[in-house]
């Protein structure tokens, strides 16, 4: 018999025939129709054979065609079912190409939609006229050089062609990709590659408009900001020059969110911002309710709780509020009735979460060199005054092989990611010269992680699990053991950081490269390029409706979920449509139990879990995690108040909830009801608050 050598595909061009892909075709069609994986391997052998027959004549066929003689092949055999369900999946491979196709990019790494998406409205380099101008590969291929760069300025032993190369290779099949800013900017004109900055606010108009113009300029080249505004003087204190009253730290905090609305991040987002005020500051009640009314849409607000209040409140203790410009007590509280406030407006609003001063402290890898007060927007990076930190993340769902976790493989993208993200520091082009003099003195960066519950998935770990605490420490504690082998690796050939000497690693003896390697940061849109679950959060959805560009609606689907849907012989569209309505998989008839154990979304996990699976995290982790612990509508008052004490108890360094509907604008939604996006793998729409991942849709990761 004899067998086409090439196939035309549908852009015209010609490749080398192969039978497989015919026969995994058909084979997936049989099983969703016969539940007999061996019957359906058989059958699709046959009609194989048969297709290759009557293309046998053909000197060059095209897809259209092998795909015509298959819907034949199936209904001549006899097996019009089989037939139908192909036919389908034909249809859905149009529509997407269809979605594709109007998008209007080249797509030379068959990627999602969704990522396609994201990469022309966010990444992908324009002309003048925003006409794209670089493909997905392209794009990749512009990081990987820029950053490669950084090989030849160090004079290392490597060249910069074969780390290239090295770089490339672990974007392009997305088992690692940097933060927003990195791929945005790399080898532009702009070169800002960093996402996280923190800058100080003194207690004058100077030290207070120089960090609005500071801001600025960040938010401009594509970072975002954090600010502790605790030194500035309380409302209505006086002003010695003018003998007036100060307006307080929350007046001046408007004008920073005004900016910010006004300021859009090379052209293409706007900024994200961190508020934090101390736990002790006279202005405290003010700053705690300041969303109530709607306001500060571009500011996450945290309150900087200590030690002394923590405890206070567990005591039910006064707890005593200082003025910043006189160090004197002005009155004291009860700690308890301002947690409560805390917990209140939390519950109402989101915010604020609390940052644990003293725990970030104890944890502070340069003590001698200031006290850290302060965290990138989405808390993952406390840093130290003008500090900023440049972010990358593994793709653990491609370090699976054979159903279980390759850590040799991980190894290997841990050490290549170390790597990349120390020559960041090298190539970046910094906004102020305190930043770049600072970022130079400490090297901090951070890698992390996105994919863990399509891991946990594909290990078949349910995410509500003891176990799936355990493999999270033991993951972690990987990680964490290779990138200071990677940092220290690093050091032996470039040198240490010039702080070292200040820094918690000289007690130690160790020699490293950098003062902080590792962060677990929200990926809110690298995860979506990337098409794996955010972060270390659990799956958003299993299934929901999408309205694609051509005016269509699509059903999304959870790949990993419609593959065993349709191998144990549960699956059909009208149930992948009812899912769509609730997300939710756990009040469905006809689901197997342990199918509905691994397959939990962000709402059917406990809330104590997802603080767990943070702490667990935490543990190995010598920056920050950022973590949303989601609540349900009817969640009480109690379930934040003892969320929020047992993350100081778990010793975690910050914690945030967001109870579903508690804002009037998300991004996400199922059931009719909008809901956030950190959580989940696929995108719906953006432009409106989510949760501390990303503020108004625009996540620097």
């Excluded at 084979?27 to 027959?53: C, L, M, N, P, Y």
């Excluded at 490669?148 to 490339?168: H, I, P, Q």
């Excluded at 240490?496 to 918690?504: E, Y």
């Excluded at 659990?538 to 689907?557: C, D, K, Q």
Aim: net charge positive.
């Amino acid at each position: 018999m004899q067998i086409p050598e090439k196939v035309k595909k549908r852009d015209g061009s010609e490749v080398p025939f192969d039978s497989q892909k015919i026969t995994e075709a058909v084979r997936k069609a049989a099983v969703e129709v016969i539940q007999d994986q061996k019957k359906a391997k058989s059958i699709a052998v046959k009609v194989t054979e048969t297709v290759i027959k009557n293309l046998s004549a053909k000197k060059i066929p095209d897809i259209e065609t092998i795909q015509d003689e298959v819907e034949s092949a199936l209904m001549e055999a006899g097996y019009n079912k089989i037939a139908r369900a192909y036919i389908l999946y034909r249809s859905d491979r149009s529509r997407i190409r269809k979605s594709k196709s109007i998008l209007g990019l080249q797509d030379d790494l068959k990627l999602p939609v969704n990522s396609l998406m994201i990469l022309k409205n966010r990444y992908l380099r324009k002309d003048n006229q925003q006409h794209i101008i670089e493909t997905p590969r392209e794009m990749f291929r512009r990081v990987a050089h820029h950053v490669s760069g950084a090989e030849e300025r160090l004079n290392t032993e490597k060249s910069s062609e074969e780390v290239e190369d090295t770089f490339f290779n672990m974007m392009e099949k997305l088992k690692f990709l940097p933060n927003s800013p990195t791929l945005m900017n790399a080898g532009s004109p702009l070169g800002q590659l960093a996402a996280c900055f923190v800058l100080p606010v003194t207690d004058s108009m100077d030290g207070i408009f120089n960090a609005l113009h500071n801001m600025a300029r960040i938010h401009q080249s594509g970072g975002g900001t954090g600010f502790n505004f605790s030194e500035l003087r309380p409302n209505g204190d006086l002003v010695s020059s003018t003998k007036g009253e100060a307006s307080g730290p929350v007046s001046f905090m408007s004008i920073f969110n005004k900016a910010t609305d006004v300021i859009v991040q090379g052209g293409k987002r706007r900024g994200a911002n961190m508020g934090i005020l101390r736990c002790d500051h006279p202005d405290i009640e003010k700053f705690i309710r300041c969303k109530e009314a709607g306001g500060f849409k571009n500011f996450n607000l945290s309150v900087g709780a200590t030690d002394e209040f923590m405890e206070a409140v567990e005591k039910n203790e006064y707890f005593d509020l200082i003025n910043p410009r006189t160090n004197k007590k002005t009155r004291k509280v009860k700690a308890k009735h301002l947690f409560d406030l805390i917990v209140n407006t939390s519950w109402k609003t989101g915010d604020p979460g609390l940052i644990f001063l003293d725990e970030i402290n104890r944890k502070n890898p340069t003590p001698d060199i200031g006290r850290i007060e302060s965290t990138n927007p989405c808390g993952e990076v406390p840093l130290l005054a003008y500090e900023s930190c440049n972010l990358g993340s593994i793709n653990l769902s491609r370090m699976i092989t054979d159903d279980h976790m390759d850590w040799q493989k991980l190894k290997k993208t841990i050490h290549q990611g170390i790597r990349f993200l120390d020559n960041v520091i090298e190539v970046n082009k910094y906004p102020l010269p305190q930043i770049r003099d600072i970022t130079f003195d400490n090297r901090k960066i951070g890698l992390g992680v996105m994919g863990f519950a399509d891991t946990l998935i594909q290990l078949g770990i349910p995410y509500t699990s003891e176990k799936a605490l355990e493999f999270s420490e033991t993951l972690m504690k990987f990680i964490r053991k290779e990138s200071l082998n990677a940092s220290k690796d690093l050091a032996a050939e470039r040198g240490q950081f010039p702080n070292i000497k200040s820094s918690v690693y000289a007690k130690k003896k160790m020699k490293i490269r950098n003062a902080a390697v590792n962060t677990i940061a929200p990926t809110g849109t690298i995860s979506i390029i990337a098409g794996c679950s955010s972060g270390i959060e659990p799956l958003f959805a299993i299934s929901y409706i999408r309205n694609v560009l051509s005016g269509s609606r699509m059903i999304e689907v959870n790949p990993a979920f419609e593959k065993a849907a349709r191998e144990q012989g549960f699956y059909s569209e009208d149930l992948i449509s009812e899912i769509a309505r609730s997300g939710s998989i756990q009040s469905f008839q006809g689901i197997p139990e342990s199918i509905k154990q691994l397959f939990v979304t962000a709402f059917d996990v406990p809330p104590e879990q997802h603080l767990r699976i943070q702490a667990a995290f935490q543990k190995y982790t010598d920056n920050s995690v950022s973590k949303t612990i989601n609540l349900p509508p009817d969640a009480s008052l109690d379930d934040v108040r003892n969320i929020y004490m047992m993350a100081y108890k778990l010793r975690c360094k910050g914690i945030t909830i967001y109870r579903y509907g508690s804002k009037k604008e998300q991004v996400l939604s199922f059931g009719g009801v909008q809901a956030t996006d950190t959580m989940t793998n696929k995108t719906v729409r953006t432009g409106s608050m989510d949760d501390r991942g990303c503020v108004e849709g625009n996540c620097l990761l």
